[in-house]
């Protein structure tokens, strides 16, 4: 399969006053295309940061990350906002929505950016919102609203869905339903997702599991038989 | 407390761009306090001093001619007349550099002793007792037309140039404001001045001796002047009186104090919009602060901090602005005031002995601040009283969206992009603070249209009085009445193709126990360059029986059209009064004035005289100098005017209108600039996260822009729509409270201005969001989106 996303030797340093702190210490790997990763790593690890950067937020201090044969890490903000906008989508723990827009409006916000976006009323199905689209995010509960977070990251219809500790702050219920729900955006849509977590256990579920500590790529494992979530207990 | 000091401080710091906006906004509401009360108090106390030290007259009255024992006969047999002067006062025509001009002949003692409206020598000498034709010149037209000590003067005098040596230079309390008659509202010191030369000389040159034609009294304190005019007005009636003058409606003194009367208003409402302003800014951003640190302030509790302390802590966020405020503001006003003195001592020749700053009125300028600023922050802080240490810990409640009243409508809410939907969204969600940055846009919409509306109200004027009344070229007084055989050479003077004769003379209008001196000019049939015209211009037939009067002199009178009025003429021996209907109204904008055909006055004037003025038209300007030196050889000819030189003039001398205009507008400026500035900040601040995740989407910088600034955009043009009738409003009662018995502007609007002041407006927003993108661009994704909230 092709490689959807490539990070070569990658460093991200932050500078706080007078002390530097190494947040990515030449870190490598990819992600194949249609591929279900996960980036396993405890909290301070650096697996923010390569989510951040492969999400073209922030710009690696030296290395190359490398989409559809360019390296994202030369592009210009204006560069990095398309490439944001046609190639990727987030999912954030906190969600993140637009607290005075409906559930509906949400996702079309995202919708109108994309040139070829999904169907708003299947993807709201898909997410399992029926009923909802009229709700502000402050009458949502917390997987309800992730829901909606994750339909407007896929209905822009991106090539890649990256999604940082999505199940955080839920309980452990709502969490495992919002991963079965990114499991088959994954398996229906076709799109290749990639979770960040701290949570062991739904590493089992993933094609790639990429272990991150202390700023470096610890162990790349891919895994032949993906458990589906239903069996995985934490 | 010294730590929680410290925090105050990095809160000023982090907030530099607002705290230094409302800063601004208290400094000029300040420096405006200090600066016009400043001004105010400078000229109206020298005034009073200067009244006082050269006994600036109570009443004067100005006779035809009577003789000098009368001055005598005042004093005895007033009651309460302190002292009084005769004089001889008198307005002839001056040839200089080139021009016509008109100078005022006061005749001064022979030798210096104390007198009503004594002169005080700024440089050269009293007179002495050697040559006769000495004279001594007033100080503004002696500077303007670079006169000095031992030059020579030529009034014309009889159609005789008399030669004057100038053995001085003088200031008087009476011609603080030199101005020549009620019809001009600002002096032109080139064109008209004082001369004072000795009584015996004057008495020879005009024929008078022993005789005087002016007299000017003090009366003493307690006395009534009113009954002091009415027993003057007996005592000299024989003697033909032109006009008797109380102090109130002296021309100079009247400009002075109306002067220092707008002062006093402005040096409080002015200051007022600012603080006002200010206040609701303060209100904004520290309800913002508070609501920001919320956890901190439940920290702070827990900690054992008592909510007065809290208070108190934030409190002296709005009170550290109201103490700077007051501190810049008075530094700066006591500047202003001094320009703002000198200013004003262009156009009134008082002694300023120094231009004083009043530190004392820093005290009143900081109380009022503090107050406005401690009443906003209490209002803004007072939450923190509600806040439970526990809870305020714990994560704020998310941030409530519901639907609003548009989304009713259906088919146009359905029409509106996310974005537009977030903004209105957004402006119903923080309604109060939507309404007062609207406070703001309106105040400053508002204050544009005044300041254009002053201009166009004088340029109105101006073009009424100049362009569409007057259509003659040249306009010539006599001295006396002429008849129509007189009249007739005057008309066949080369180059004149056109002459109507017009009858100007002092009148005491009454309509039964309400009356008033004004002036009664008198026009021919179907005039062709002496119109009468009404607001729109048109020209307005005056009836063949009948008078009209302005709106003002209307009130005044208590009289409605149709109803009589009485005439009473200042003419000698003509003292009947004489009934004349009242017909219509028409606007007049200086002096008093009352219009009528010519057939009214027939009998009010002597047999055969027809004009005491003439208008003249001439086949072409290049001919005008010929025609006036033609003019100014007829004995009886007294002042002569061309129309183009007295429109250039009054042009000139309007320039102060537009400075006001100027600075009306950069307040304005200032104004909409800081409130947008303020706001914006805070809803980006406050929605940073928001702004970020549509950045994380992949928006544009120029689409998440808009979200914000679509905001400010829509509050703008909403405010924008209700602060032109406010500035409408504003500039009407603005013209109604500068109006004077002496003149009185209409609130002129065009339809231009009402878009410059929108445009304006609308450019200060755009502006501002144009300096605040930067503050979006600069929102980190990275670290905005770790933080929970």
């Known amino acids: 399969m092709d490689k959807i996303i490539e990070l070569v030797e990658v460093v991200k340093e932050y500078k706080m006053g007078e002390v530097s702190v190494l947040a990515a210490n030449n870190i490598s790997f990819h992600i194949e295309e249609g591929e279900y990763a996960v980036i396993l790593g405890p909290s301070g690890s650096g697996k923010s940061t390569v989510l951040n950067i492969m999400g073209g937020m922030d710009k690696p201090t030296s290395g190359k990350v490398i989409v559809n044969g360019s390296d994202i890490s030369k592009y210009s903000d204006r560069d990095l906002t398309l490439y944001r906008r046609n190639m990727v989508g987030f999912v954030f723990q906190f969600y993140n929505l637009m607290p005075n827009l409906t559930a509906v409006e949400n996702i079309e916000m995202a919708a109108q950016l994309s040139k070829n976006p999904l169907n708003i009323g299947e993807v709201i199905d898909a997410v399992g919102l029926k009923g909802k689209e009229r709700n502000f995010p402050s009458q949502l509960s917390g997987g309800e609203q992730q829901r909606v977070s994750i339909a407007r990251a896929v209905v822009k219809n991106p090539s890649l869905l990256l999604c940082d500790e999505p199940t955080g702050a839920l309980d452990y219920n709502t969490g495992k339903m919002i991963l079965k729900l990114l499991h088959d955006v994954n398996r229906k849509l076709k799109k290749t997702v990639v979770i960040i977590t701290h949570n062991s256990p739904i590493a089992h579920t993933a094609d790639k599991v990429i272990k991150v500590k202390s700023g470096h790529v610890e162990s790349l494992v891919r895994n032949e038989n993906p458990q589906p979530i239903e069996r995985i207990e934490w | ?789």
């Open chain 2, 1 to 789: 407390m010294a730590v929680l000091f410290k925090k105050l401080l990095r809160d000023f710091n982090e907030a530099k761009g607002q705290f230094t906006a409302i800063l601004i906004i208290v400094a000029i509401g300040v420096m405006f306090y200090t600066g016009i009360n400043a001004t105010f108090r400078n000229l109206s106390e020298a005034k009073d001093k200067y009244y006082k030290k050269y006994r600036f007259e109570d009443i004067h009255a100005n006779l035809y001619y009577a003789p000098e024992n009368i001055v005598q006969k005042v004093k005895q047999e007033i009651n309460g007349v302190k002292m009084a002067d005769g004089r001889i006062v008198q307005d002839v025509k001056m040839y200089l550099y080139g021009k016509y001009i008109t100078v005022r002949i006061v005749s001064l003692p022979d030798s210096r002793r104390e007198m009503v409206n004594d002169i005080v020598i700024k440089s050269g000498r009293y007179f002495s007792g050697d040559e006769s034709n000495q004279c001594l010149i007033e100080e503004q037209f002696f500077k303007a037309n670079n006169l000095s000590v031992g030059n020579m003067v030529k009034p014309i005098i009889n159609g005789m140039e008399v030669k004057l040596k100038v053995v001085g230079k003088v200031a008087s309390p009476e011609y603080i404001y030199p101005v020549k008659d009620g019809s001009e509202i600002i002096p032109d010191y080139k064109k008209f001045g004082i001369i004072y030369v000795k009584k015996s000389f004057a008495e020879s040159i005009f024929g008078m001796n022993g005789s005087i034609n002016n007299i000017c009294l003090t009366i003493d304190e307690g006395i009534n002047s009113k009954d002091v005019k009415d027993k003057l007005d007996k005592l000299t009636r024989k003697s033909g009186i032109k006009e008797i003058v109380e102090r109130k409606d002296q021309l100079s003194n009247r400009m002075i104090s109306d002067e220092i009367r707008q002062l006093m208003s402005s040096g409080s409402s002015f200051p007022i919009v600012f603080l006002l302003v200010a206040a609701a800014i303060i209100y904004i951003v520290m309800g913002r602060i508070v609501e920001n640190q919320r956890t901190l302030i439940g920290v702070m509790k827990a900690m054992g901090y008592g909510n007065f302390q809290v208070l108190s802590h934030y409190l002296l966020y709005s009170i550290i602005v109201g103490v700077a405020g007051s501190v810049i503001g008075s530094i700066l006003g006591l500047y202003f005031g001094m320009f703002l003195t000198r200013f004003e001592s262009q156009y009134f020749n008082l002694p300023l002995s120094g231009v004083k700053m009043y530190t004392g009125l820093i005290i009143p300028a900081s109380i009022i601040t503090l107050f406005f600023c401690i009443l906003a922050g209490y209002n803004s802080c007072k939450a923190v009283f509600g806040i439970m240490p526990a809870e305020a810990m714990k994560a704020k409640p998310p941030k409530t969206g519901r639907e609003i009243f548009i989304e009713k409508i259906g088919i146009l809410w359905n029409k509106f992009d996310f974005s537009l939907k977030m903004t209105i969204r957004n402006i119903f969600r923080y309604k109060k603070r939507a309404a007062l940055t609207s406070i703001g846009i309106i105040f400053a919409t508002g204050i544009v249209l005044v300041g254009l509306c002053v201009k166009n109200s004088i340029d109105y004027a101006i073009d009424m009085q100049y362009l569409k009344s007057s259509k003659y070229d040249i306009k010539v007084d006599f001295t006396k009445f002429l008849n129509s055989q007189e009249i007739k050479m005057i008309r066949h003077i080369p180059h004149v193709v056109k002459l109507e004769p017009l009858v100007e003379t002092g009148i005491e209008i009454s309509n039964g126990w309400r009356k008033k001196d004004i002036g009664l000019t008198a026009v021919i049939d179907n005039p062709e360059l002496f119109i009468v015209v009404d607001e729109k211009g048109n020209t307005v037939r005056l009836p063949p029986k009948g008078i009209m009067i302005s709106e003002k002199l209307k009130r005044i009178l208590g009289t409605e059209v149709g109803e009589n009025l009485s005439l009473k003429p200042y003419i000698p021996n003509k003292d009947d009064k004489n009934p004349l209907t009242l017909k219509g109204i028409v606007p007049q904008f200086i002096g008093l004035n009352a219009y009528c055909s010519y057939e009214n006055i027939k009998g009010l004037i002597g047999e055969g005289d027809i004009a005491n003025s003439a208008v003249l038209k001439i086949d072409d300007v290049k001919n005008q100098e010929s025609v006036m030196s033609r003019l100014k050889d007829i004995p009886v000819a007294g002042a002569i005017q061309s129309k183009n030189d007295t429109l250039k003039n009054v042009r000139e001398s309007m320039e102060v209108a537009s400075s006001f205009t100027g600075i009306m507008l950069v307040v304005a400026i200032i104004l909409a600039m800081a409130v947008i500035y303020n706001i914006t900040t805070i809803n980006i601040f406050e929605r940073q996260k928001e702004l970020v995740t549509l950045k994380v989407l992949g928006f544009k910088d120029s689409e998440i822009n808009r979200v914000v600034f679509n905001e400010n955009i829509l509050i703008t043009v909403f405010g924008i729509i209700l602060g032109l009738p406010f500035g409408r409003l504003l500039g009407v009662i603005m013209t109604k409270s500068n109006e004077t018995e002496f003149y009185s502007l209409p609130a002129v609007f065009k339809a231009s201005d009402y878009i410059t002041a929108a445009v304006l407006v609308l450019i200060c927003t755009i502006l501002t969001n144009f300096i605040l993108s930067k503050k979006i661009k600069i929102l980190d994704m990275v670290e905005i989106m770790k933080s929970r909230e």
